[in-house]
């Protein structure tokens, strides 16, 4: 028999019916209510007429409604699409007509733009208002349906079925719709098991349920019988008072969210006594930032986790590691883990080959958690899933005991005289440069070199490095041809939504041939 | 991308090739040679020409090679029959038969009953011996031919793939093969992930791998990294040694085995220093027994278990409970535990309906460890898979907190005068009284209630209970259509080769009124 994603309500309601399920602003729910919402909410969205497998598309911040939308539309065997809420309208229209969104879910930050965008998408059938309060003049409640609605029994669609489509990849071309079924989701939620097995167990969802990281939490949480606090956005303030007032235990977040953290006035640790697991990702952690947050939290155990919206349930993970067993644990801390659960990694070289531990090549992996393709693009789907591997486009190496360490995005990679460069090596070691607030290191074209290493500099306030001086601090470290030939300073780097620098801008702008100063042969 | 069952010895061999695989007799084996070993083995077995998903039977006593039979089998795309070693030449004849077996390897205790059958299974390509020492003349050593092999490539065949067939329901008429895919099996290992999350971890393997519960325990060892310590078969004083020898962690055993561990004159619980767990099932465990362990062993979480063969993941399991908290779960004590992750639970009234909280009816359940079905027997496999639920034919209730309680074997219900009497509720009761040592209730035709109770009980030795005085004592704990009707003394029950009252032949000699004593009106 498949697994089905609303498989947790089930149990949940039959355990510990009156155990609280969601805690969202001033709501809390209980799983019994959290599953009659969700029979009536399935009811709703099945009296639009859609046929199983049909997507419904939800434009919303988090919130418990968010994700009864999501379970809403497992329950009615219909599959989830949910966009990102900081697309422009532009976006947001491909993807509602790339997947041929039958029904759109907003929230009241988002019932303008939806609207507006809602005559646009052909086939559409309703556009239904998620939020509290009156709905805005032309759009339906869904709580008012839901009121009058005969809860749905669950039909239990799961296994291969299409559970979600995730559009990703807006660093370079139109976003593509990653198709997630019921089973990889599932992978994710297995992957997760062993972090948090407890029900009575309390975790955060701060980070968007439109990410894979976001969705996947949640949906383990649901499953697991964990309960959810759910913040709309990301606040330091708002998010330090979540985790003091409702006793979370767990939570995750990306570096730069750490970082405000821990810079918030309001910080102080005594608020975060509930916590139990930080995990991190989606970023480097720059190693400064994870000491001073594990000093900072002693009793906090602080994981990495690595994946991306091809593989829902994430590619490797660490082992914790706290302020007391961080000396020990040197050596790993800047790997983003081992293989996990369910996940064979493997590195392999340009023809295929596997390579030996300590040799740097493709990250390739396979496992139950690796996505059915990209939606209606069979070349670019053949191009990644070779062979049954999911070809990730990062570079990495193992080490013997097969920790994973990043390397670079194969196409990022510098190859400058015949010798490869990994960009990430030069970046930490021009991070410790007094004079530097944040770098990017890529390769240009050089007519003796192919690449020559080239470094954009964010300088800290006041500051205003040189060539010259930069190049005598790498050469403290690194050999030769990985210092930067050249370096541009800049008011800042730019940034995807998901906080990843764009080389690709980055690499057209030193083509432009801006403001570069290039070291002497 | 399918799992496939062979996926946690690549990540082994990435992070610990060194660790502990297996520790069987006198051999260590570490996780680069298992793997090394099992990829020779499946080269073998595909030398001899079977297509993917083609049956190899295997015959034998538990040990790492039996094990490597096993996933030798995986890797090379095959589904594999693990025999029962207690049954006759024509039970195990009807299994080769019944499932083309290909190949049959077999160890130095079966290696003469293997060569028998051999000849008599049409198809059948070959008969290896799977043991150490030299071969008896006629079969060959699959250790010779490992030798001379390459290795094969894991086939990474999994997913919904037959993994193996598992013959059961010896109880009445022909043995039928459940099906097991790869996915089946996993979720067996993920059902048991929240139970021994940690690599380093030793768990005994001693109940038969030829069982589904020795079988899902052992792939779980295997793909999460746990260390192996196999005994060929259960002996009480071997066992002790085993687990003071290796610091075993964690067992299974049944109920009658740690009877036989308490009772054994080595019995030391200074030895078992290193258990943390153990989990046991497959028969109902009486109290008094569970205690006395549970006091004897403090250090020790016990975990109770319940499932089939047709369900590779079990249907619930306990928490945890131990000596210093069994006081405060007396009331679940008799619990078989809650559903676990990855299992939807109901129990259904006659007519599918699902019945509410403490109404005893057929415990139902779906999740991905139901079994695809019995090898072609598309009829007795649509009476116990109806619209995606597994028909367990187990009688049960749960209570509000989803925790289940075993009633009767449906079939072994009796309707005495229109109301419902379990079986095991009245042997519960006859257990207390002085003189009996061992019980069986049934259900007898009368003409005027339909059904009387009828109660088959083995004395204490010396001892000689007469049905008034049990109907005496039946009647201070039950009201009266629940007391025996009728009984009759036995020497022992007949009993199936795991352990379970054949009841049916009880009801075949009662209906012969064999020394039967009936009460007066």
Known sequence: MDIYLTQGLHRAVQQRPQATATLCAERRQDWRTLADRVARLAAVLRAHGLQPGERVAVLAHNSDHCAEAFLAAWWAGFAVVPLNTRWSAAELLHALRDCDSRLLLADAAFADQAQALAPQVAGLRALLYLGDGPAPAGMARTEDAMARATPLADQRRGGEALAAILYTGGTTGAPKGVMLSHANLWAAVVARLVEMPNPGYTGLLTTPLFHVAGLARMVAQMTLGVTSVIEAQFRPEACLQAIERHGVNDVVLVPSMLQMLLDHPAFDARRLRSLKRIAHGAAPMPRPLLLRAMQALPWVEFVVAYGMTENAAGVSTSGPISWATHERHAAILSSVGRAGL????????????????????????????????????????????????????????????????????????????????????????????????????????????????????????????????????????????????????????????????????????????????????
Not at 420 to 431: D, F, G, K, Q, T
Not at 479 to 492: I, N, R, V
Not at 511 to 519: D, F, P, S, T, V
């Open 342 to 521: 369910a996940c064979e990694l493997r590195i392999t070289a340009p023809d295929g080959r596997a390579l030996p531990a300590g040799q740097v090549g493709e990250i390739c992996m396979r496992g139950p958690g690796v996505m059915q393709g990209y939606w209606r693009r069979p070349e670019e789907t053949a191009s990644v899933l070779q062979g049954g591997w999911l070809h990730t486009g990062d570079g990495g190496w193992v080490d013997g005991d097969g920790h994973l360490f990043l390397a670079d995005r194969i196409k990022d990679m510098i190859i400058s005289g015949g010798e490869n460069v990994y960009s990430i090596e030069v970046e930490a070691v021009l991070m410790q440069h007094p004079d530097v607030a944040q770098c990017a290191v890529i390769g240009v074209p050089h007519a003796q070199w192919g690449e020559a290493v080239h470094a954009v500099v964010v300088p800290r306030p006041g500051r205003s490095p040189g060539l010259q001086s930069l190049r005598a601090h790498c050469r403290t470290q690194l050999t030769g041809f990985k210092c930067p030939a050249s370096m541009e300073l800049a008011d800042a780097l730019p940034l995807s939504p998901t906080g990843k620098v764009l080389k690709n801008r980055l690499r057209a702008r030193a083509a432009a041939g801006c403001a570069i100063q290039e070291a002497s042969p």
